[in-house]
């Protein structure tokens, strides 16, 4: 008797005052999933990497060294 009455709703039903809070927790919940999954899947431009190569003098390499 005593688990009866301690799972029972009782006469004034059940206790929705945070539903309200839940549902709204879960709305955002799925909208911040939804958004981050439309933001992967959007192509960005990548830029173009351009390496300009710096010529070096090679001058002075190669010869042995005066003493």
Not at 36 to 61: C, H, M, P
């Amino acid at each position: 008797m005593l688990a009866l009455s301690l799972l029972s709703e009782g006469g004034a039903g059940p206790d929705t005052s945070l539903s309200l809070l839940l549902y709204i927790g879960i709305a955002f919940f799925f909208l911040i999933i939804t958004v981050g999954w439309l933001s992967s899947n959007t192509k960005q431009d990548q830029a173009e990497v351009t390496q300009e190569s710096k010529e070096i003098s090679q001058a002075g390499k190669g010869r042995p060294k005066s003493k």
